[in-house]
């Protein structure tokens, strides 16, 4: 019923145990019945799903909404919308990529201030007499 992107991603979810029905973990070849609820545990919620219809046929993803009905309970959906809101807050040091502004300060420390303080090319180092000037 289209509840994961892939097949291969519900098999793992259903091996893993996060899709129940009526409390009671399934396998991928249980039949489902009109009216019953399938919890699946996809962290940090659980979301519950209400078959209402059957088909025979696979079907895009548009078509779904026809056969089942998204019954999650409001605190499931509160705790998703706080762990959105929260992780974008609350983001530890030294988890995940750097950001464009993070990126910009490793560059600005890593780069020498005085580069272009130099006047001399490595070249001048040949010539006694930048050499005399230098170690004066």
Do not use: C
Request: net charge neutral.
């Amino acid at each position: 019923m289209r509840i994961f992107k892939t097949r291969s991603i519900a098999a793992d979810a259903i091996k893993l145990g996060r899709v129940t029905i009526g409390g009671q973990k399934v396998k991928a070849s249980r039949t489902v019945h009109v009216g019953e609820i399938i919890d699946v545990r996809k962290p940090p919620i659980t979301y519950s799903f209400k078959v209402l219809a059957l088909t025979e046929n696979r079907m895009g993803a548009k078509l779904v909404h026809g056969f089942m009905e998204n019954v999650t309970r409001q605190e499931q959906l509160d705790l998703l919308q706080m762990n959105r809101i929260s992780g974008f807050i609350d983001r530890a040091k030294g988890l995940g990529r750097p950001t464009k502004k993070d990126r910009r300060d490793i560059d600005d420390f890593n780069t020498p201030e005085y580069i272009d303080e130099f006047d001399f090319s490595l070249d001048d180092l040949d010539d006694p007499e930048v050499w005399a000037e230098m170690t004066k």
